[in-house]
């Protein structure tokens, strides 16, 4: 079975600082992976998805970037943040199979301050 | 467009005491649906897929059944550590690999 790992688990960063969010999967090869943020109180929303190195899909354009350097590294960026980039971020990933359901990480609270 | 409605938001029950949350979803052609568990400051847990109208999946104290409009996830003889918000998402024929989640519901069993 694959194994999401994210990091950190928590942070906490001033306004216009940048932002770097791993995220690293273990147990499977070539999976499509996916950022997704969960404000409190709500459902999940899809930032990116990936379907391979370098391929990167944008649900909802934003402040934020994603980066996949590696077939099981996904990583989301931002050059400065905004108030409004806080909240709970989720990396998941799934086998390639249609209709394979997704696997999520523990995830990254971020406050921006 | 794809829509994924649970209700209800929050329920609260005592330990032993049976009940259903309720999953209405909108989709062109359905996939699949999903079950997550999502405890606080985690990620969700996968729970069950569901791929057509009929279908039930069990685990134990909880089933998910699926029809043409809406799956229910039935809780029987809960117990406190069944307290999570429970997710559901759909994936649509013309949406790839996308998945439309619910807004949740949170489950609180009281001892």
């Known amino acids: 079975s694959q194994t999401i790992h994210q990091w950190p688990a928590t942070l906490v960063q001033p306004v216009g600082s940048p932002l770097s969010l791993e995220c690293t999967v273990e147990g499977t090869s070539n999976p499509n992976l996916y950022w997704y943020r969960q404000a409190a109180g709500r459902g999940l929303q899809l930032l990116f998805y990936s379907v391979g190195i370098g391929q990167i899909s944008s649900e909802v354009p934003q402040n934020l970037s994603a980066s996949r350097p590696q077939d099981r590294q996904f990583i989301l960026s931002s050059k400065k943040l905004l108030l409004s980039d806080s909240g709970f971020y989720l990396c998941?990933?799934?086998?390639?199979?249609?209709?394979?359901?997704?696997?999520f990480g523990n995830g990254t609270r971020l406050t921006v301050t | 467009e794809d829509q994924v409605t649970q209700s209800p938001e929050a329920l609260r029950l005592q330990e032993g005491e049976s009940s259903s949350l309720n999953c209405s979803y909108t989709?062109?052609?359905?996939?699949?649906l999903f079950w997550y568990r999502q405890d606080p400051g985690k990620g969700p847990e996968f729970l069950f897929t569901l791929y057509s109208a009929g279908e039930e999946k069990e685990k134990e104290r909880l089933k998910a059944t699926l029809t043409k409009k809406e799956s229910f996830l039935h809780i029987t003889a809960p117990k406190p550590e069944d307290s999570a918000t429970y997710l559901c998402a759909v994936l649509a024929n013309n949406a790839g690999n996308m998945l439309t989640f619910g807004g949740g519901t949170r489950l609180m069993v009281k001892p």
């Open positions: 998941a990933s799934e086998y390639r199979d249609k209709g394979s359901p997704l696997h």
């Open positions: 989709v062109s052609g359905l996939r699949g």
